[in-house]
């Protein structure tokens, strides 16, 4: 494979072409490098990752918060030198991002006012800045200049320079920020002045043979801002200073999703293959590109010449090596999810990830064989249960799976593209093929009572039974139009052409969404009709938006799918663009033959007209078998996941394997 064959950055040759990007991980709450972050670059290195970049380093005060590793001063070399050397040491390498986030910078995390190309209120943070004086725009370059030399001396293979994500080069670049008069605004050679004075101060202070790259917004994805257009420009500008360029798609505050699955897998290679076009030097492809056979067809199709995997590599750190065997059945993969990487970067919490929960514990979590194997029962195949049975049997044990239901996963089965999660069954193909693998036992259409356990030889049952819906007595609720979500889901019911949704938490709005886009195109009938240009472009656009249903949602709290995490602006974005209605502060008083009457803020009630009344309020706790259980002799029995207590995704798998580790 291409994948796997070596390539020269500068001086630099990397063993392969896949590097793991800078991404926050909150790693390092007061700047310093920790034990945490250490072992987490190990793993990541003894996986079998080209080049491993870490980042974003602020390279000055004002420049990013303390909780990111620090590249401002000198007094944070012996803890940098500790992770390059222990890195080296498993035949890694590693690069330090150079970080100045300017406008997007906290006061919170600096403990000083940020600072950009022009003063305006940042749309990303929603705190003033102000415009930077001569003296600091010199400042500003200096410290990139200073935080170079001092990550050579450190130790680290190579620096980048961001330049990407809407951070300080950027807000320089976009003439939506950028209004200045000087030298340093107006068209696009002066406001390219400042990134290319930050990259030749860089290039001077670490010296022509040490490696440095800098990763670039390919599209801003911001009116008014760059395109892939000016994006090849500035590229074919920068090129005479450095050796690699890393192209991302968008700013933080624009309105295109670049992480989650709502973007297709690798749907921004074109960015990539625009700025390689442009320049003669090593180009590398970033965002969604989530597999070892993509990653393979953009480097064979010349699209790049690197491959960025960010989030699969905390997913499964040993990514590379599986991929390189072969192994590919092996890979734990990224779902894209944001919920336990992301989502805990915004809310200031160390990384972990949905599908591995391994990752931020490597050296603390690991799978130590069982000093007394035993006969271990899991009962219900959900993620929780999958986890458990296989970490259980990687730890030596006889483990037998046990589900009432004819299929592996439980509410991931169904759920997955009502919600708009297409990488799930991903997640799904990843176990069945474990449990083939490490010949675990399945036993479907089995629903597990006391009596069997009482007769089995086992001797540790893990109860994994999810959850139920949850029943919250409304006066109505019995009538034949009023159906459960997790019914809808799961194709058992219809609905009619006029919906209201009772609960606007995450499976309402995503459901929401999904009812309101029946009747719209598919995907492959928009190609369809564009290719043939079989109807006009107003026609298309209403087949694209009008669907054939009447889709609203009620919601006793102020706001909509609070826990949707940083997915929830792309649910609400797509509610807007699909039509459905909403109203907060409501309560829903009774379901009658006119239809769903609400009590609004005002106190006033009104009626909302339906054909189909979908019951959306949450989850319960199937906990029928774990009492069913109680006081049984002879047997160690353990709860886990829904059916102990009600949450997500991410913390039933780390249920199950944390079981597993205590067995």
Not at 207 to 212: E, L, Q
Not at 587 to 614: H, M, N, R, W, Y
Request: hydrophobic share 40%.
């Amino acid at each position: 494979m291409k994948l796997f064959e070596p390539i020269r950055i500068g001086s630099l040759e990397l063993p392969n072409r896949i590097v793991m990007p800078a991404m926050h991980l909150n790693y390092t709450m007061d700047g310093k490098v920790s034990d945490q972050l250490v072992n987490f670059y190990v793993a990541r290195a003894k996986g079998g990752v080209g080049l491993a970049i870490v980042g974003g380093m602020p390279t000055c005060q004002a420049g990013g918060p303390f909780t990111m590793p620090q590249l401002k001063s000198d007094d944070y070399l012996p803890g940098l030198r500790r992770l390059t050397g222990a890195v080296h040491d498993v035949g890694g390498l590693l690069g330090a991002q150079l970080y100045d986030a300017g406008a997007y910078s906290h006061r919170m995390g600096t403990g000083v006012e940020a600072r950009s190309a022009t003063a305006h209120v940042s749309n990303f943070t929603r705190e003033p800045c102000h415009e930077m004086s001569a003296q600091e725009l010199q400042d500003a370059i200096d410290s990139f200049a200073s935080a170079a030399l001092r990550a050579k001396q450190a130790g680290f293979d190579m620096v980048e320079v961001i330049g990407s994500a809407g951070y300080l080069i950027c807000q320089f670049l976009s003439p939506v920020i950028n209004k200045r008069t000087d030298q340093y605004g107006g068209g696009l050679e002066n406001r390219m002045r400042f990134g290319l004075e930050v990259l030749a101060a860089v290039r001077e202070s670490v010296g022509p043979d040490y490696p440095v790259g800098i990763r670039l917004a390919g599209n801003d994805f911001v009116p008014g801002s760059h395109t892939n257009k000016e994006s090849a420009l500035f590229a074919s500008q920068v090129e005479r200073f450095v050796d690699l360029i890393n192209v991302t798609g968008g700013w933080h505050e624009c309105s295109v999703p670049q992480l989650s699955s709502d973007l297709p897998r690798g749907a921004f290679h074109y960015l990539a293959r625009g700025i390689k076009e442009a320049v003669s030097i090593p180009v590398a492809a970033s965002n969604r590109i989530n597999n070892s056979a993509l990653a393979e067809r953009f480097l064979l199709n010349g699209f790049a010449d690197l491959i960025c995997m960010g989030r699969p590599l905390i997913a499964d750190p040993d990514l590379p090596n599986k991929a390189r065997a072969g192994h590919f059945d092996d890979i734990r993969p990224c779902t894209a999810c944001n919920q336990v990487c992301f989502d805990r970067v915004m809310k200031m919490k160390p990384v972990g990830c949905m599908v591995n929960p391994r990752a931020g514990f490597e050296g603390k979590r690991e799978l130590e064989p069982a000093a007394s194997p035993r006969r271990v029962m899991v009962v219900g195949a959900g993620v929780a249960g999958l986890e458990a049975a296989l970490a259980a049997k990687l730890r030596g044990h006889h483990v037998e799976l046990f589900e009432k239901a004819d299929v592996l996963g439980g509410q991931v089965v169904w759920a997955a593209e009502p919600t708009d999660k297409p990488e799930f069954p991903t997640l799904l193909r990843y176990y069945a093929n474990q449990l083939r693998m490490h010949e675990i036992a399945v036993h479907l259409n089995h629903e597990v009572s006391r009596e069997q356990v009482e007769r089995s030889d086992f001797d540790v049952v893990v109860v994994a039974t999810g959850a139920s819906p949850l029943n919250i007595p409304i006066p109505g609720a019995d009538r034949p139009e009023v159906v459960q979500a997790w019914d809808v889901l799961r194709d058992k019911v219809g609905v009619g052409e006029r919906v209201v949704i009772v609960g606007g938490g995450s499976v309402g709005c995503e459901m929401a969404v999904w009812l309101a886009q029946v009747g719209c195109l598919s995907p492959e009938e928009l190609y369809f009709h564009t290719l043939w240009d079989s109807e006009s472009p107003e026609v298309i656009e209403a087949l694209l938006y009008k669907g054939s249903k009447q889709v609203t949602v009620v919601e006793m709290m102020p706001k909509l799918a609070k826990d949707l995490g940083s997915r929830r602006w792309i649910v609400s974005a797509k509610m807007k663009k699909w039509g459905v209605q909403s109203h907060t502060h409501t309560k829903v008083l009774a379901i009658t033959d006119d239809g769903v009457v609400c009590e609004g803020k005002d106190g006033q009630p009104f009626t909302l007209e339906a054909d189909s009344v979908v019951l959306s309020l949450g989850s319960k706790a199937d906990n029928r078998l774990s009492q069913a259980l109680a006081g049984i002799a002879n047997k160690t029995v353990v709860s886990i996941g829904d059916c102990a207590r009600v949450a997500k995704i991410p913390e039933a798998i780390e249920a199950g394997y944390l079981v597993a580790r205590e067995l």
